[in-house]
């Protein structure tokens, strides 16, 4: 613009003379200032784009953020992303304030308070565009055999043509209604009775209209240049063939199963960044090099599937070396035993006495077992399920399941993570694509074992049944307190940490800090083994290891750790708690029993939370003196006649009444969170090494750190501060001992001193972990038992 301005001899002082000049202007501030000649609406993006604006001009839509100028006080506008309208299909609005906008290879979600002008101005822009032009874009892949046919990928743009006679003296038509149509006699916009005519990639044929849509002439203008081509001869290679904007088009939706090899010289063009095939290219064995063990390729089919795009494609002959080069010729063989496991469970090759099971087992195994053949087996399996040609009709799905069962248990390397998840995603979101669930189902397997570390329990034949079937999840029976229960869907790789947080969300808890204070339990014996789960465990793997243990296991959700605040708005996280602190109160282990007879204050405590037990049971009537004395904790009771007990009790009986049972409950726990030892888990101590301790007693473990407590009194005798707790490490029963200990060290790297504590029964370990203390017999920090996470022992304390 200065130079324009420069050139005409401009400035504020002279007036623009001439029309050209100002027509000159006007031109050079629409195509060089971006955001110049376009109307801003206030819009938003998905969290972490930044968007805040969304402009609309005449050549597209671009999103918009403020940033801050130190050279300009109110900031200045910095363009995000930019989309030419050759660039979108269509808009729509889902909802109110939603739009999204549907490209050629991605969807862009916005919202905005002025969704439905924003459609309006893009909807004109596009119709505009697309009135006159010659122009369609593909909406579905058209990849027919007939090499008379045009072959195209979903987003490409095709160049309309006129339809010519096959040869001189010859015409082209059909038969419609009982009645010879010429097509070139056809006009070019008139009905074309279901086929289109035109070109792409300097190809020319026929392709069904119901595959494209019309679509904006290509944007040459913007075309990058291609490396040794000027932008001037990319611009003429565009017009002449339209070439160039389909490979735009190309470059962001990857290419297609069967596109040019890079093999095929220098005027291959660049691969797209993650796909399967750029990733073949980089690490594959050259497709055009003879195997290395010098043995004939077997079939004519071999010998001639050689290139690239068909190391990705399905094969029905057997594998004769790895698809990615193996050095170590131990491990080729081991490939190639693998891609015939992959094949016997599609159904491509025999079982030869095997299950289905056992092949599954055998190529889980060997992938556990060699780390380095895993992203081996994620591009055989991939391979299989690429342009399946099998003459099993189930063929295709099995592969897509098995996909689904080795991402649930092994990751692959970080290398290949990329390419095989752009492979999911695209399967997942490109419309009219089968298997579109499954490959979704994928991913979020391959994210979760990236995550936790994947399954180690072997799948039984019943859960690879239900899976083959196409069911991938079971309902599981988790024990809240009180006997509440709760039936969740259980999928392949949910983990404690996706069981916790969704009972949470039934309670109305979102933040991750309350997540973090419950603890899913496997209890076996008959109550008698309490182990706590890593949230790192798979849930089916803890139901497969405890059915061949205890087929009466429970699964308990517990809360272990108390920092969070109170909430009394939702009935379930009341009920839960009520329940839970319940027994402890019973037991009069939240205070200390008084020497003497209790304080009036006492009395009124106690008898106040007696009588709103009562009514959470949503009882009217006056209750018996037998139900009082359930009410109040045994020590507390006998300090006073079960009679005076009763008129303490009916004195809050008009306050109570008036409450509903989740109020009691409510208010019966606000009153306990008061209480000196409320948070606290409690265990019975049978004998303990440091004689400052004396036992038996209680120890109460909370924020404060471990509290022991009288057996007879409840009076705190001696405490030990978290930050004085160095580590601590359980032993399970010796031969001379039917009772499991801990070994806690306290103090400092200097004056450091052990504190063994001998506990009543093997429950006594569950709590501990969760505030910070060590108890697996390894010092991992971490307690597993069923279900452990992966480097975890396996042993419960």
């Not at 053949?373 to 099993?392: F, G, H, L, P």
């Not at 504590?757 to 920090?781: F, K, M």
Request: glycine letters at 6%; aromatic letters at 8%.
């Amino acid at each position: 613009m200065k130079a324009l301005f420069a050139q005409n001899q401009l400035d504020t002082q002279r007036p623009l003379v001439t029309e050209s000049v100002k027509r000159a202007v006007v031109s050079a501030a629409r195509d060089t200032w971006e955001v110049y000649f376009s109307r801003l609406f206030p819009a938003t993006g998905s969290v972490g784009t930044g968007v805040q604006l969304l402009a609309v001009s005449h050549v597209g839509i671009k999103l918009l953020r403020m940033v801050k100028s130190g050279q300009e006080a109110g900031g200045q506008l910095r363009v995000l992303r930019a989309y030419s309208f050759a660039d979108i299909l269509f808009v729509t609005m889902p909802s109110q304030n939603m739009l999204e906008f549907n490209l050629a290879s991605e969807k862009v979600i916005l919202f905005s308070a002025r969704a439905h002008q924003v459609k309006t101005l893009v909807d004109d822009f596009i119709l505009e565009l697309k009135k006159d032009s010659d122009y369609v874009v593909a909406v579905r892949n058209f990849l027919p055999e007939d090499p008379a046919l045009l072959a195209f990928h979903k987003g490409d743009i095709i160049h309309l043509q006129p339809l010519e006679p096959p040869r001189v003296g010859y015409s082209a038509g059909c038969v419609v209604r009982k009645k010879v149509v010429y097509l070139e006699e056809l006009r070019r916009r008139g009905p074309d009775f279901g086929w289109r005519f035109g070109t792409i990639h300097g190809r020319v044929g026929h392709f069904p209209s119901v595959l494209v849509q019309p679509a904006a002439a290509p944007d040459f203008l913007q075309l990058p240049a291609e490396p040794g081509r000027s932008r001037a001869a990319a611009v003429a290679a565009a017009v002449a063939s339209a070439a160039a904007a389909q490979e735009v088009g190309r470059r962001r939706e990857g290419p297609p199963v069967r596109a040019r090899s890079a093999d095929h010289g220098e005027d291959a063009l660049a691969l797209p960044p993650y796909t399967m095939l750029e990733f073949a290219q980089k690490y594959f064995r050259d497709p055009q090099r003879r195997p290395q063990d010098g043995l004939r390729l077997k079939s004519k089919e071999a010998r001639e599937s050689r290139t690239l795009e068909d190391m990705l494609c399905f094969t029905k002959t057997p594998l004769q070396e790895s698809l990615i080069e193996l050095s170590d010729n131990s491990l080729n063989k081991m490939a190639t035993d693998m891609f015939l496991a992959v094949m016997r469970f599609m159904g491509d090759a025999p079982l030869k006495g095997q299950s289905d099971l056992d092949v599954l087992c055998n190529l889980l195994k060997l992938c556990g077992d060699h780390e380095v053949m895993r992203d081996e087996c994620y591009c055989q399996v991939v391979k299989q399920i690429t342009d399946n040609t099998s003459s099993k009709q189930d063929s295709c799905q099995r592969g897509w399941r098995l996909l689904y069962i080795v991402t649930a248990y092994h990751s692959c390397s970080e290398v290949l993570h990329p390419h095989l998840t752009r492979f999911l995603h695209d399967v997942s979101r490109t419309p009219g694509l089968p298997f579109q669930g499954i490959a979704k189902a994928c991913e979020q397997n391959l994210q979760k074992t990236l995550r936790f570390g994947g399954r180690l329990e072997l799948p039984s034949s019943i859960e690879l049944r239900a899976m083959l079937a196409g069911r991938s999840s079971k309902r599981q029976l988790f024990l809240l307190p009180g006997g509440l229960e709760r039936h969740l869907k259980i999928k392949t790789c949910t983990v404690a940490l996706d069981v916790v947080e969704e009972i949470c969300a039934e309670m109305a808890l979102t933040r991750p800090e309350a997540f973090s204070e419950y603890v899913i339990f496997v209890v076996t014996n008959r109550g008698q083994h309490v182990c706590p789960l890593s949230r790192r465990a798979y849930i089916l793997d803890v139901a497969s290891e405890m059915e061949q243990v205890d087929g009466g296991y429970m699964l308990w959700f517990r809360r272990v750790l108390w920092d969070q605040p109170l909430k009394f708005e939702n009935e379930l996280y009341v009920t839960m708690h009520y329940n839970q602190v319940l027994p402890d109160y019973l037991k009069g282990l939240f205070s200390s029993v008084p020497a003497s007879q209790p304080s009036e204050q006492l009395l009124q405590q106690v008898s106040k939370l007696a009588s709103l037990q009562h009514r959470a049971k949503d009882h009217f009537y006056l209750p018996s003196v037998r139900e009082v004395q359930e009410y109040i904790p045994a020590q507390l009771y006998r300090t006073t006649v079960g009679s005076t007990w009763l008129n303490l009790v009916s004195q809050h009986r008009q306050q109570t009444q008036a409450l509903s049972p989740h109020q009691a409950r409510a208010q019966f726990l606000g009153l306990l969170s008061a209480l000196p030892m409320f948070g606290s888990s409690f265990f019975f101590i049978q004998s303990c090494s440091n004689i400052a301790v004396p036992a038996p007693c209680i120890l109460a473990v909370n924020h404060n750190g471990l509290n022991f407590l009288s057996t007879e009194t409840h009076e705190l005798m001696v405490k030990f501060p978290l930050k004085e707790i160095q580590s601590t490490r359980t032993q399970r029963p010796t031969a001379n001992s039917s009772y499991p200990y801990v070994e806690i060290a306290l103090g400092d790297v200097a004056a450091q001193h052990t504190l063994q504590l001998q506990l009543e029964q093997v429950r006594a370990g569950q709590v501990l972990g969760g505030h910070g203390l060590s108890l697996s017999p390894a010092g991992t920090g971490t307690v597993s038992c069923g279900g452990r996470a992966r480097g975890e022992p396996a042993q419960c304390p």
